[in-house]
């Protein structure tokens, strides 16, 4: 019979290929030497990764993760094609402009304002925006001329909602989802624990937080200390472990009976890591907070990274991204890659009755609204707005804490339903939405959520909410059987587990080695 080349394609590219489509076949180890043909015959149905299919369809190189696709081609002449020759193909339309240098398909490209990009892979492994210099543009083929700012050996990927500067660069099929060995670092499958742990906003400034007021031994019970948090990073990385997304952790998916339902996902992880989560509570800056020894809001600094704002002890303005959670993880991932392979940070759980990352974008139900303060709060919408883009473009997420951080377990349905959808129209309107929800005072809706599916799981669940996340001893989940939702406690460094669970928490850090004793208020400690 006669020979065909067998060839794949995405599920990107598969639906402009059709039978009988014109197509030019070309030789990856010299690009001068050209075959022609048609396509024969093309598959429906995806295949899995074969690591020995003979050539590719367009460009492949891209970090999108995407099914594959069999298809066929006759060729007008086998002259000089050996069999088990690894060739591209592309179609054929006759181009008639000249070309000479580097052309890139379109779709790879996207504008912002009157400059153009892509998305490239630095010699560290990351994704970097990429400004170019576009020459001619071929209609035909929707093609562009690269003048500067990409070489043709560099690796790109296709734009997505998702990509942001600092991602891991991982081609598809080497590292996720299949293992493999990239830039000498063996990726392996892990299905073990991913261990989660949570903090609240950190004490910038101990002189204000503990100086004995009604606040300072809440403070003291929840919250940790900058000094306390570093060392705790550090730790944490020195014992092997690598942030991951908490929405990569399960997935929804559909059942034998057709109904959806979670599963939990195979992470791949440099061999001999260990998968750690980590969020924020409160992540708003309360009022409260201003005069306690807290930043006041996230800012973007003059180097264009996220800071936090603020006043010291002697009322002193100060911008810095060494005295908040969240910039110093920023920095953290910044001075060790390798904690973050993937781009991960973490997920910040936001309520919104005093606004959301130190904006008052909230309303006032007890107060008279005016024109005034919706002006004002419209000005803080568009304020925080940037900060928000930031933050998901270096790889923070968001999750729901409720609106007016309420109790889950106690509050009737019908409250519930107000607050969440107040949550919706304040917060989720600016930060997008969510499938994550994150208990406040770690209260279970309708006592017990593992064990009984209630009508306020129920209906937290059809707002779209996926994953449930409480507090406890473990990092425990587990998935429901009869709805489609994730249930699962998270861990929390802070005073009170520094003070009294240090064997519990010994896996991550010891307390002896974490907690600033001369800081804190002299309350008891079981250890020491």
């Known amino acids: 019979g006669q020979y065909r080349i067998k060839a794949t394609a995405t599920e990107l590219n598969i639906q402009s290929l059709?039978?009988?489509?014109?197509?030019?076949?070309?030789?990856?180890?010299?690009?001068?030497?050209?075959?022609?043909?048609?396509?024969?015959?093309?598959?429906?149905e995806p295949v899995s990764n074969n690591k020995n299919n003979y050539v590719s369809y367009g460009n492949e190189d891209s970090f999108t993760l995407a099914s594959k696709y069999n298809f066929y081609v006759l060729l007008d002449s086998f002259d000089g094609l050996m069999l088990g020759q690894h060739v591209?193909?592309?179609?054929?339309?006759?181009?008639?402009?000249v070309k000479t240098g580097l052309w890139l398909p379109g779709y790879y490209i996207f504008t912002e304002g009157s400059k153009s990009y892509v998305w490239a892979a630095t010699a560290q492994n990351r994704i970097e925006k990429r400004e170019l210099s576009l020459g001619q543009y071929d209609a035909d083929t929707d093609e562009y001329e690269i003048l500067s700012g990409?070489?043709?050996?560099?690796?790109?990927?296709?734009?997505?909602?998702?990509?942001?500067?600092?991602?891991?660069?991982?081609d598809p099929g080497t590292v996720m989802p299949e293992g493999g060995v990239r830039d000498g670092v063996t990726y392996a499958?892990?299905?073990?624990?991913?261990?989660?742990?949570?903090?609240?906003?950190?004490?910038?400034?101990?002189?204000?937080?503990?100086?004995?007021?009604?606040?300072?031994?809440?403070?003291?019970?929840?919250?940790?200390?900058?000094?306390?948090?570093?060392?705790?990073?550090?730790?944490?990385y020195d014992k092997g472990y690598v942030l991951v997304d908490i929405?990569?952790?399960?997935?929804?998916?559909?059942?034998?009976?057709?109904?959806?339902?979670?599963?939990?996902?195979?992470?791949?992880?440099?061999?001999?890591?260990?998968?750690?989560?980590?969020?924020?509570?409160?992540?708003?800056?309360?009022?409260y907070m201003l005069a306690n020894g807290f930043t006041y809001k996230l800012v973007i600094g003059e180097d264009g990274k996220i800071a936090s704002w603020g006043k010291d002890p002697q009322g002193n303005?100060?911008?810095?991204?060494?005295?908040?959670?969240?910039?110093?993880?920023?920095?953290?991932?910044?001075?060790?890659?390798?904690?973050?392979?993937?781009?991960?940070?973490?997920c910040l759980s936001l309520t919104g009755y005093q606004g959301i990352l130190g904006y008052r974008t909230q309303t006032d139900q007890d107060v008279e609204w005016t024109a005034e303060r919706e002006a004002n709060r419209q000005k803080e919408i568009e304020a925080v707005k940037p900060i928000i883009a930031e933050l998901?473009?270096?790889?923070?997420?968001?999750?729901?804490?409720?609106?007016?951080?309420?109790?889950?377990?106690?509050?009737?349905?019908?409250?519930?339903?107000?607050?969440?959808?107040?949550?919706?129209?304040?917060?989720?309107?600016?930060?997008?939405?969510?499938?994550?929800?994150?208990?406040?005072?770690?209260?279970?809706?309708?006592?017990n959520d593992w064990q009984n599916t209630g009508p306020v799981f129920q209906y937290l669940q059809s707002q779209g909410f996926r994953v449930f996340a409480s507090v406890g001893i473990e990092s425990f989940s587990y998935i429901k059987k009869d709805l489609c939702?994730?249930?699962?406690?998270?861990?929390?460094?802070?005073?009170?587990?520094?003070?009294?669970?240090?064997?519990?928490?010994?896996?991550?850090?010891?307390?002896?080695?974490?907690?600033?004793?001369?800081?804190?208020?002299?309350?008891?400690?079981d250890w020491a």
């Open 485 to 525: 939702a994730v249930i699962c406690d998270r861990l929390h460094p802070d005073g009170t587990t520094l003070r009294h669970s240090r064997d519990r928490y010994l896996q991550f850090y010891d307390a002896k080695d974490i907690m600033d004793v001369t800081v804190r208020p002299q309350r008891e400690i």
């Open 247 to 287: 929405g990569d952790v399960w997935s929804e998916t559909t059942g034998e009976d057709g109904q959806p339902k979670m599963v939990r996902n195979t992470l791949y992880l440099p061999e001999g890591k260990k998968p750690l989560i980590l969020s924020y509570d409160d992540t708003n800056y309360y009022e």
């Open 88 to 97: 591209y193909v592309e179609p054929d339309l006759g181009d008639t402009l």
């Open 18 to 44: 059709y039978e009988g489509m014109p197509v030019k076949v070309t030789s990856r180890v010299d690009p001068s030497v050209t075959w022609s043909g048609k396509i024969d015959t093309i598959e429906r």
């Open 150 to 170: 990409l070489d043709e050996d560099e690796r790109i990927a296709i734009p997505g909602d998702n990509m942001h500067s600092g991602m891991y660069a991982a």
């Open 392 to 447: 998901k473009r270096t790889g923070w997420t968001f999750g729901s804490h409720t609106w007016g951080h309420i109790r889950l377990g106690t509050k009737s349905l019908e409250s519930i339903q107000a607050d969440t959808q107040r949550w919706f129209d304040e917060v989720g309107s600016l930060v997008g939405p969510t499938t994550i929800l994150f208990y406040p005072h770690g209260e279970r809706p309708d006592g």
């Open 189 to 236: 499958a892990y299905d073990g624990i991913v261990e989660h742990l949570f903090f609240h906003p950190v004490v910038a400034y101990p002189e204000l937080a503990f100086d004995g007021d009604a606040q300072a031994n809440g403070i003291d019970d929840y919250m940790v200390t900058v000094d306390e948090y570093n060392k705790i990073l550090q730790s944490v």
């Open 317 to 346: 303005e100060v911008t810095s991204r060494d005295l908040d959670a969240i910039p110093i993880l920023d920095k953290f991932v910044e001075e060790h890659l390798d904690f973050s392979p993937f781009g991960a940070k973490g």
